[in-house]
């Protein structure tokens, strides 16, 4: 269904396309040996100019899974990048090499840049404060296998939703699912930018709120989707010093939530989400993390035409 396709932004793929790969992936989780032929003598590149861990690992972890192949840098001082090449000349180049390219880089808009020169499908893996959009297919394949479908839910975003890419992503795709509305938690020199609010939430008639309290709305919620300080992002240290702490999760504030609320997180969690909500049967950062492999299969999958549609 998704063969030869790019993935810059969440909204390349229709709802169908999405659902397309959700079930896919959950077909892959009950029996993940059956699909590991289905990348087999491809090669996957993965090109990482910022840090990474669970996206980059996750693919490639997908691509070995599917009896694909790998290479990449995860370090663009190991790359010609470093020499002063042009980013159309790394993936002009890669290309060459490999039959799938995903990329991370610190630009908005390097993605974009990148599949109109690019011989091979490129998947963007984050673009700045832009856009992720294989996060979001990991959120809401979570939220998806949890609680059976995605829709009627009331989503609140907490943290860093300014910078915060891929809160951009999800914001975005949710806005094509039934019943949707969204509490924005955040300082006010984080909250979720102007385009987003009118470009996307009042244009599609989504219900949402703004607040800086996490206590205030916490009860109300069904899912939480806590997010980091984006520290890279900001223009001077002093201003991430004071804003880092100002949403910490804990169980005193678990205790008044809903029995059944969601808290996701995209990882790498730094202060924001206390150990001790690591326990709470709600707390599905880290099985989110493994639904990210999955996705990743069915993604790479359906790309490289490796399963039938
Ligand atoms: C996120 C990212 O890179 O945007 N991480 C991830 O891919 N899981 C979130 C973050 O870095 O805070």
């Known amino acids: 269904m998704l063969e030869g396709r790019h993935y810059v932004e969440p909204l390349n793929f229709t709802t169908e396309e999405m659902e397309y790969l959700f079930a896919l992936a959950g077909e892959i989780e009950k029996d993940p040996l059956l699909f590991r032929d289905a990348c087999r003598g491809k090669v996957l590149a993965t090109l990482f100019f910022e840090p990474s861990t669970r996206t980059r690992l996750s693919f490639e972890a997908a691509m070995l899974r599917i009896g694909g192949n790998v290479l990449g840098f995860a370090e663009p001082g190991s790359s010609s990048a470093a020499k002063g090449e042009s980013l159309v ?8 090499y490999s039959d799938i390219i995903v990329m991370r880089n610190p630009k908005e808009g390097a993605a974009l840049l ?16 832009h856009h992720h959009p294989t996060q979001t297919l990991t959120d809401l394949l979570t939220i998806r296998q949890i609680r059976g479908k995605i829709g009627n839910i009331k989503v609140g ?12 992503s999800l914001v975005e795709a949710l806005t094509r699912y039934e019943g949707i509305s969204m509490v924005f938690i955040s300082p006010v020199e984080l909250n979720i930018p102007g385009y ?3 470009g996307k939430l009042d244009s599609n008639r989504i219900s949402y709120e703004e607040t800086d309290s996490l206590e205030k709305v916490i009860a109300d ?22 804003l880092k702490d100002s949403y910490i999760l804990n169980t ?11 808290v996701l997180h995209p990882l790498p969690r730094v202060n924001e989400i206390d150990i001790e ?7 599905l950062y880290f099985k989110q993390a493994k639904y990210g492999m999955y996705v990743r299969m069915a993604l790479l999958s359906s790309i490289m035409g490796g399963v039938n549609a």
């Open 89 to 96: 000349d790394t993936i002009r180049t890669v290309a060459c």
């Open 114 to 129: 990148a599949s109109r020169y690019s011989d091979v499908p490129i998947i963007n893996a984050g673009d700045g404060g």
């Open 157 to 168: 975003f907490c943290g860093d939703l300014k910078f915060g890419r891929t809160v951009h």
């Open 196 to 198: 987003i609010k009118t």
């Open 221 to 242: 919620l069904d899912v939480l989707y806590m997010t980091r300080v984006q520290r890279e992002r900001f223009f001077n240290e002093e201003d991430y010093i004071r």
């Open 252 to 262: 005193e504030k678990m205790s008044g939530a809903k029995k059944d609320m969601m």
């Open 277 to 283: 909500v690591d326990e709470d049967e709600r707390a």
